[in-house]
C-alpha cells in the first residue's frame, strides 16, 4: 500500500476482553487502514480473527514479541519506514503496565501515535458474568505474585477484581487467607471471558482452586457484594443455547445469517457445506426465459428459493438488466427469506403464503388464472433441478401455462474433515439444523447419520418426512417454515430441557456452583 508521507503512525488498539461484538468502532477503523497488525499472544483465536477480516487483504499480521522497549523498536521502525501500525492490545491498553510503557517510548520521539480505549479485561468479564463491580471499586493485574500487597487488597473497601493466570491462583487464594480474608468469602473466578466456552463458577476463597478445575489461561475472580447478585444478573451464560454445538449444514453462502443467529442464542455453530450451487448445464432455457421477462412474456414469477433469487439476478447481469425488467411482472414468493431476498435488489413480492410457507402453502393462496383480470397466462418458475413438479402441476391446474426453468443445480458437496465426521456420528454435536430435503439426504451421504443424542432440527414439514424417512428423530419443527423460526423453536426446545434438567436431584462439584459451555450441554 503507497503512502504520501513518509513517516507513518502508530494506533494502541484496545480489543477488548475476548467478544469481537466489543470491539468498538473506533478500533475497526483503525484496523481497516493499518499496513501492519502487531498482537498480542494471549489475543483469543475468534477476537485475531474478526479483526484481520476488517483489515486490508495485503496487511502484515505479527505477534509482539520481547520486553516493551523490543517491541517499541518494531512499531517505530514500521510508522518510520511510512507504514500505519495498528498495536493490538487484550483489553484496555492503558490498563496494563508493559503497554503503557510501549506507549511512554514511542511519546519520546517524533512518530505521531493515538490510543484507542477497549473495554478492560476485568469490567468485561464481570460484566459479561453477571458480577457487577459497583463505583467504589479495586482491580488487579497479576503479573507477579511474590510483588502483591495481600494486605491493602484485603483492607480495600468495594469489591475487588483480579485478573490473573490459572497457575497463580493458588498463591494468590493462600496469599489472602494470611491477609485476614475469611476462607468463606463468596467469589466468582471466571475462565474464556466474553467467548462462546465462558465458563462462571461460584465458590469460596477456600474451594477457589478446585472450582477451577479446567480453567486455563487468563481467570478472573470476583470478590465483594456483586457476586450475589450473579444468579439474576447471568445473561451471557444463562441463554438457552449457551454451549451448545450445533451443525449447520448449510452452503457457504448461507449459513452465515444463520450462524449468527445461533451465536445470538449461545450456540457454537459449525458450519458444513453439504450442498454446492452450480450453474445449469446448459444455459439456453434461463436465457430465453430472461428474453421473455423483458418482453412480457410473464404474468408472474415466483421465485422458491434465496438460490433461485441469486441465479436469475446473475443472469440479469450478464444482460445489462436491472430491477426494471420485472416493469408490469407480479412476483410470488414462497416465504420471507426468499421475499428478502428479492427486496434486496429493489422489487417487493405482491405474494407470499398467509398460512405455512412452502410451495404447498403458496399455491393455497395462488388465484386462478382469470381470462378478464389476467391480460397474460405464463407464469416463469426459475427452480432447482431436483425441486419437485407439485407446484407447477398445481398452477396448471388453475389455468395457467407454466415455463418450470432450471436455474441453478444442486450437488452434494465434498466429505467434511475426519473429525467433523466423528463428531457428527458420535455425539459430538448437541444439535443439527435442516433447512431441506437435501441437506438431509447429503449430510448423512457425506458424513453418516447424526448420533441418536443429537437433537434434530427441521425447518418443515417436508424436510422432517426426509429426516423420518432415513431414520432420524425429528425433535423441532417451527409453526413457521424459515430460518429465523427454526432457530428461535431450537432455543425454546433447549429451555425446556434445561427446566426440566433443573428439576432432577444433581451433585455439585466441591466447593463450586459452575455454570458455562459444560453445564449448557444437557443430557438427553
Not at 439474576?232 to 452465515?256: D, F
Not at 405482491?350 to 382469470?370: C, M, N, T, V
Request: contains cysteine; negative net charge; proline residues 6%.
Amino acid at each position: 500500500m503507497t503512502r504520501r508521507s513518509t513517516t507513518g503512525r502508530i494506533t494502541f488498539v484496545g480489543a477488548g476482553p475476548g467478544d469481537p461484538g466489543l470491539l468498538t468502532r473506533r478500533a475497526l477503523d483503525a484496523v481497516a487502514d493499518a499496513d501492519h497488525i502487531l498482537h498480542d499472544r494471549s489475543l483469543p483465536a475468534t477476537l485475531l480473527a474478526a479483526v484481520v477480516a476488517g483489515a486490508p487483504a495485503e496487511v502484515e499480521v505479527s505477534v509482539a514479541e520481547g520486553a516493551a522497549g523490543d517491541v517499541a523498536k518494531v512499531l517505530l521502525s514500521g510508522a518510520r519506514s511510512g507504514r500505519t501500525v495498528a498495536r493490538l492490545v487484550a483489553g484496555d491498553p492503558l490498563t496494563a503496565e508493559s503497554i503503557v510503557r510501549e506507549v511512554q517510548a514511542v511519546a519520546r520521539t517524533s512518530v505521531p501515535f493515538e490510543v484507542v480505549p477497549g473495554v478492560p479485561l476485568a469490567e468485561g468479564v464481570t460484566g459479561y458474568a453477571g458480577a457487577p463491580t459497583g463505583g467504589l471499586r479495586t482491580t488487579v493485574e497479576v503479573r507477579d505474585v511474590t510483588a502483591l500487597d495481600f494486605d491493602a487488597m484485603v483492607a480495600v473497601p468495594g469489591s475487588l477484581t483480579l485478573t490473573l493466570d490459572a497457575g497463580d491462583l493458588p498463591a494468590v487464594r493462600d496469599g489472602l487467607l494470611a491477609a485476614g480474608m475469611s476462607g468463606q468469602a463468596t467469589v466468582l473466578v471466571t475462565g474464556d471471558g466474553t467467548t462462546d466456552t465462558q465458563s462462571t463458577s461460584v465458590s469460596t476463597l477456600d474451594g477457589i482452586v478446585d472450582a477451577a478445575i479446567g480453567l486455563y489461561g487468563t481467570l478472573v475472580v470476583s470478590i465483594g457484594a456483586g457476586v450475589g447478585l450473579r444468579d439474576k444478573l447471568s445473561w451471557w451464560e444463562s441463554r438457552p443455547l449457551y454451549g451448545w454445538k450445533v451443525l449447520v449444514p448449510r452452503t457457504k453462502e448461507q449459513a452465515g445469517a444463520m450462524s449468527a443467529q445461533l451465536r445470538g442464542w449461545g450456540a457454537i455453530p459449525e458450519e458444513v457445506p453439504t450442498i454446492a450451487v452450480e450453474p445449469p448445464r446448459t444455459p439456453a432455457q434461463m436465457e430465453r426465459a430472461i428474453k421473455g421477462l423483458v418482453t412480457g412474456r410473464y404474468e408472474w414469477v415466483i421465485f422458491t428459493s434465496t438460490n433461485a433469487v441469486k441465479a436469475v439476478w446473475e443472469k440479469f447481469a450478464e444482460f445489462g438488466l436491472d430491477a426494471r425488467a420485472f416493469a408490469g411482472v407480479k412476483i410470488a414468493c414462497v416465504g420471507d427469506a426468499t421475499a428478502k431476498a428479492v427486496e434486496a435488489f429493489g422489487v417487493k413480492a405482491e405474494l407470499l403464503p398467509s398460512g405455512e410457507q412452502s410451495s404447498d402453502g403458496l399455491l393455497a393462496d395462488f388465484p386462478p388464472y382469470d381470462e378478464v383480470l389476467d391480460p397474460i397466462d405464463r407464469i416463469l418458475l426459475p427452480r432447482a433441478d431436483i425441486a419437485t413438479e407439485t407446484l407447477a402441476a398445481g398452477l396448471i391446474e388453475r389455468g395457467w401455462e407454466v415455463d418450470d426453468v432450471t436455474a441453478y443445480r444442486t450437488v452434494r458437496a465434498a466429505p467434511p474433515p475426519a473429525p467433523i465426521r466423528d463428531a457428527i456420528k458420535s455425539g459430538g454435536f448437541d444439535a443439527v439444523l435442516f433447512t431441506s430435503s437435501s441437506t438431509v439426504r447429503n449430510l448423512v451421504g457425506i458424513a453418516g447419520k447424526p448420533h441418536a443424542r443429537t437433537v434434530v432440527a427441521c425447518i418443515g414439514p417436508k424436510t422432517a418426512d426426509t429426516a423420518r424417512e432415513l431414520g432420524l428423530r425429528v425433535d423441532v419443527q417451527p409453526e413457521t417454515a424459515n430460518v429465523p423460526s427454526l432457530v428461535e423453536s431450537l432455543a425454546e426446545y433447549a429451555l425446556e430441557l434445561r427446566e426440566k434438567l433443573a428439576a432432577l436431584p444433581t451433585k455439585p462439584r466441591r466447593g463450586a456452583k459452575a455454570q458455562g459451555p459444560t453445564a449448557g450441554r444437557l443430557a438427553r
